[in-house]
């Protein structure tokens, strides 16, 4: 059974830094994309960056420059370095792993939540 397990949540004041880190386990097969999404209170929620098991990234245009994305293949774990906290960055943040197998098959973390304060 896939699971993902997610760390590094927390409260940090505006300007600060944090790292979310995204262990998965479960699959005999390497995950495509992975990823993290963040829903904040009464928003859908969205795609903050992602990246490939070739090392392609993609981010929203709210976190270029200051967030970055990275992934050790060899332990299925992806990271998002967050830097320069804003407090609209706060929401909670899910990490997601897609397996292709014939068809796409998402995998969801559980959430951790990041309060920027102000």
């Known amino acids: 059974q896939v699971q993902l397990v997610e760390s590094g949540g927390g409260l940090v004041e505006a300007g600060g830094s944090l790292t979310l880190s995204c262990a998965a386990s479960?699959?005999?097969?390497?995950?495509?994309?992975m990823g993290w999404y963040r829903q904040a209170p009464g928003k859908q929620r969205e795609l903050v960056a992602d990246?490939?098991?070739?090392?392609?990234?993609k981010y929203a245009d709210s976190v270029k420059g200051r967030f970055t994305i990275s992934r050790d293949n060899a332990k299925n774990t992806v990271y998002l370095q967050m830097n320069s906290l804003k407090p609209e960055d706060t929401a909670v943040y899910y990490c997601?792993?897609?397996?292709?197998?014939?068809?796409?098959?998402?995998?969801w973390g559980q959430g951790t939540r990041v309060t920027v304060s102000s």
């Open positions: 997601n792993a897609e397996l292709h197998v014939g068809v796409v098959v998402p995998y």
């Open positions: 479960g699959s005999r097969f390497r995950f495509n994309a």
């Open positions: 990246i490939t098991s070739g090392g392609s990234t």
